[in-house]
């Protein structure tokens, strides 16, 4: 058995919106055109008794939930920019994962890569409660969507590593970030 989810799109959102429902387990999406310019994307997705588990829906999808929380977590005190950056950072480490890891989920909850993930941090309870009547985690939502859908430029100049401008941890020392974008300090040049 199969279910469809429909969702109405503005026409510059259907490529990515096609991709996330592609990411989210689609088996199949289907646009159609609507006279008012948009587009409605049905997707159809295999029923929890064909397969055993429920499939999430795209603003379900563990890789973008795990994204915008990782933002938030990491960056909500930061203009849109800033927190675009960061998901730079996490993106630009998929690159390498030997390293960091190979998805987006253990790009975010590697041990110690990413402090509000640390569950003696005082921002990971506020992280496992948060949802998108925070306006903050709202536009994190909207920003991992982008990313996942492979739609959100680098705006880091391929940092895989960044850093608040008020602390100095060991592995920057003596190293030159390649930009600055708000409070935080990113860099490329890690190894």
Same mark, same amino acid.
């Given at each position: ?38 587009? !409605? ?12 588990? !429920? !499939? ?39 690159? &390498? ?31 496992? &409660?948060?949802?998108? &009547? ?41 190293? !030159? ?10 860099? &490329?040049?890690?190894?």
């Amino acid at each position: 058995m199969h279910t469809e989810r429909e969702e109405d799109v503005p026409s510059d959102k259907v490529e990515g919106k096609i991709k996330i429902c592609k990411a989210s387990g689609a088996i199949s999406v289907e646009k159609v055109a609507q006279p008012n310019g948009k587009f !409605t994307i049905i997707a159809t997705y295999e029923d929890e008794v064909s397969i055993g588990t !429920t !499939t999430p829906s795209p603003h379900d999808n563990a890789a973008i939930d795990t994204l915008a929380r990782t933002l938030w977590g990491e960056a909500r005190g930061e203009s849109r920019a800033g927190k675009e950056g960061v998901a730079s950072v996490i993106l630009n480490r998929l690159k &390498n994962p030997r390293r960091f890891g190979g998805t987006i989920e253990e790009v975010c909850r590697k041990p110690f890569q990413f402090s509000c993930w640390n569950t003696d941090d005082p921002n990971f309870v506020k992280l496992k &409660n948060v949802d998108r &009547n925070d306006q903050s985690f709202a536009e994190c939502l909207e920003i991992a969507e982008r990313a996942v859908a492979e739609q959100l430029p680098d705006s880091t100049l391929g940092a895989d590593h960044y850093h608040t401008s008020g602390v100095s941890p060991n592995w920057s020392r003596g190293k !030159t970030p390649c930009i600055q974008i708000g409070n935080h300090l990113f860099f &490329n040049n890690i190894t």
